[in-house]
């Protein structure tokens, strides 16, 4: 009897660290109290215009004037002056486990697909601690997405962390569909943050379709979520694709798009005084891309995380400060042409602007001298498109031009891929024949 009475007693909360708003600013909520750290999670008791409360959480993002700034994960209808803010004492986690394949949930483990929730028996915190480089294992299988650009001339390993930079509308959501049907991982982990309503389903089920839904996990914040809940569902991805891979699985995270993370946590600094830095992005944000990236890789336990994060490029601008960032952090980099794509070629991958940085390591000899030959013909026909489109040149005075001309057609239907699923070896047997036959 007394040991069931201890157990009750102990499990009891016998205390509460409680607060009060006091001042509103956008979606920037200034509080009295409670003691709390940043990153804790805390309950806004909302009024409602009937009568009662309602429950609205929030996070602890900054601390100022000895006031804490807290952001909601919900609509602020209700918050007024005076509001309790309670303390929870705890940091953001979210279930994880075999029953999130198939499923879509948002950065709370939600469902999103009108099934009934997930049962989860492990957590796992949503920020990890990092992982010390020198027990990474070296980068030295490759993944095959399926994509024949891609396979034979941007090679990617599994555990390599690639960006796939492109403006809008150009075919960053297309072309990640096409890969995680295909690709030779063992599951995919994707993250659709900011995304609009309409394109969320149309991603599922035209892109993804039901047997990539099948071993997925789709993490969606739409963009019509409050900012803290696109940051947590980014970080909610990423801690499921680290849970299968220290279980030793070979996981693919995609992120689509890594740029409204940066928007969100923009907003989210903006909100906690931080000052604005290039185009307005806050130091916080140039701190928390690097951080996120290296949580991706490979792991002692045989698994690894591969990640393609889509970068969303203001204005066509690829030095813009977001891509400046991750093309330094990232281990190659992937450019989507808005020309290639007018032309009609798709996937619309610029070889000449894109790279990895793993390729020399992954690829063979012979493979990387047929990848650098093909990169040396498209340039020269790069170099003299103008002449050649105006007829200034006149064939037989550059034999490498004739060759390169003769062989062009060939080489934009390699480049061309209507559906993925391409194995490597035969892609590159393929365009091995097609150089060959230029020689």
Do not use: W
Request: hydrophobic content about 45%; glycine content about 12%.
């Amino acid at each position: 009897m007394l040991s069931h009475y201890r157990s009750a007693v102990e499990g009891m909360e016998l205390t509460r660290r409680i607060g009060h708003v006091r001042q509103l600013t956008g979606l920037a909520i200034e509080a009295s109290g409670p003691d709390a750290a940043i990153g804790e999670l805390c309950t806004i008791r909302a009024r409602r215009p009937g009568g009662g409360t309602a429950d609205i959480g929030a996070e602890v993002v900054g601390l100022r004037h000895g006031h804490v700034i807290l952001m909601p994960y919900g609509a602020l209808d209700g918050v007024a002056a005076g509001c309790e803010v309670i303390a929870h004492g705890a940091a953001a986690d979210i279930g994880v486990g075999e029953a999130l394949l198939g499923r879509v949930i948002d950065g709370f483990g939600q469902p999103f697909d009108g099934k009934p929730a997930p049962r989860l028996i492990l957590r796992r915190p949503l920020k990890s601690a990092p992982t010390n480089p020198l027990q990474r294992p070296r980068i030295d299988q490759v993944l095959e997405t399926g994509i024949r650009s891609i396979d034979c001339l941007l090679t990617l390993g599994q555990g390599q962390r690639t960006g796939i930079f492109a403006g809008s509308g150009v075919g960053k959501s297309t072309l990640l569909g096409m890969i995680a049907r295909h690709v030779q991982a063992d599951m995919n982990v994707i993250a659709l943050i900011g995304e609009r309503g309409r394109e969320v389903r149309e991603f599922i089920e035209q892109q993804l379709g039901v047997e990539g839904l099948q071993r997925s996990v789709v993490v969606v914040a739409t963009a019509d979520q409050p900012a803290l809940a696109r940051l947590r569902a980014a970080y909610a991805a990423v801690a499921i694709a680290e849970h299968f891979r220290d279980a030793g699985r070979q996981v693919l995270l995609t992120m689509d798009s890594t740029t409204r993370f940066a928007m969100a946590r923009r907003e989210i600094g903006l909100a906690a005084g931080e000052p604005p830095t290039a185009r307005g992005y806050t130091p916080s944000v140039f701190s928390e891309l690097p951080e996120l990236c290296e949580r991706c890789g490979t792991s002692a336990s045989g698994g690894a995380i591969t990640a393609l994060l889509t970068v969303l490029v203001e204005g066509d601008d690829m030095n813009e400060p977001i891509s400046d960032c991750l093309r330094a952090t990232l281990d190659g980099h992937i450019v989507l042409s808005r020309q290639l794509a007018h032309q009609g070629q798709f996937p619309p991958i610029d070889i000449l602007k894109s790279a990895s940085r793993l390729m020399q390591e992954l690829a063979t000899p012979a493979q990387r001298a047929l990848s650098a030959e093909v990169v040396k013909c498209l340039a020269l026909l790069e170099r003299n498109r103008q002449m050649v489109d105006i007829g200034a040149y006149e064939r037989g005075s550059q034999p490498a031009l004739d060759g390169a001309l003769a062989i062009e057609p060939h080489l934009s239907a390699f480049l061309r891929q209507a559906q993925g699923g391409a194995a490597r070896s035969l892609a590159l047997q393929h365009l091995a024949q097609l150089m060959g036959a230029q020689a």
